[in-house]
């Protein structure tokens, strides 16, 4: 049984940079062809997909790619997201999932960006 | 960037009858290697998405059997066969084939 879960700040003033981490267990980052992502979704909105991390290879939405670093702590089990300049518009609930087809999904953790 | 366009935007359904919720890409979703890379996912209400169908026709582990998923290219079809009241929710297609990953603006399934 895969369980994902997402922590983080919660909340967060304008220019800040937000760390998010996915801790997860019944699987892991040395598998083969194991990936993790981090997707998010305003309130009220759609689905945007940020950044994944295969073996040792990133990916990133190029929209957002200046903004957002990912890594892996593969001993703790743990994905980890850096998204700099936090602006009221990433006001949102970040997910991660794992898989190649998103299988399995943390419950999300909501961050508001606010002065 | 591939835009996946969703209709309906909502959909209201009597149990026990069907429901098709449509899809299309922008773009060829058919990989070279055979496989097209369209995804379904159902967001119920407070929820976070779960993966319905993946690879445009595949059912996920543990999901009915009520659920089947077609299509061709760029023109892809959700069906629910025999509504139940615990399928509302927010469905959402996906493309997994190029980056960045993009998804539809979600088509709401209602109970009467």
């Known amino acids: 049984q895969v369980t994902l879960k997402e922590s983080g700040p919660g909340m967060l003033q304008p220019s800040q940079t937000l760390s998010l981490t996915c801790t997860f267990s019944?699987?892991?980052?040395?598998?083969?062809?194991?990936?993790l992502s981090w997707l998010r979704q305003p309130s009220g909105k759609g689905l945007e997909w940020l950044a994944s991390?295969?073996?040792?290879?990133?990916y990133y939405n190029p929209s957002l790619r200046s903004r957002l670093t990912i890594s892996k702590e593969t001993s703790k089990n743990q994905v980890l997201l850096k998204f700099t300049s936090m602006e009221p518009a990433d006001t949102a609930t970040y997910y991660c999932?794992?898989?190649?087809?998103?299988?399995?999904w943390g419950q999300g953790v909501m961050v508001t960006v606010s002065s | 960037d591939i835009v996946m366009t969703q209709a309906p935007l909502s959909v209201s359904v009597t149990p026990g009858e069907s429901a098709s919720i449509s899809c299309r890409s922008s773009?060829?979703?058919?990989?070279?290697?055979?496989?097209?890379?369209v995804y379904w996912y159902l967001q119920k209400p407070g929820k976070s998405p779960q993966l319905l169908i993946y690879?445009?026709?595949n059912l996920a582990s543990g999901v009915p059997d009520r659920f089947s998923g077609s299509g061709s290219e760029t023109d892809f079809t959700l069906k629910i066969s025999r509504v139940e009241a615990e399928d509302v929710g927010i469905y959402y297609c996906?493309?997994?084939?190029?980056?960045?990953?993009?998804f539809g603006s979600g088509t709401k399934l209602e109970i009467k």
């Open positions: 996906g493309q997994l084939l190029e980056n960045p990953l993009t």
């Open positions: 690879r445009m026709s």
């Open positions: 991390i295969w073996n040792n290879d990133n």
């Open positions: 019944g699987t892991s980052l040395s598998t083969s062809n194991m990936g």
């Open positions: 773009k060829s979703l058919l990989h070279s290697n055979g496989i097209t890379y």
């Open positions: 999932a794992t898989g190649s087809y998103f299988d399995y």
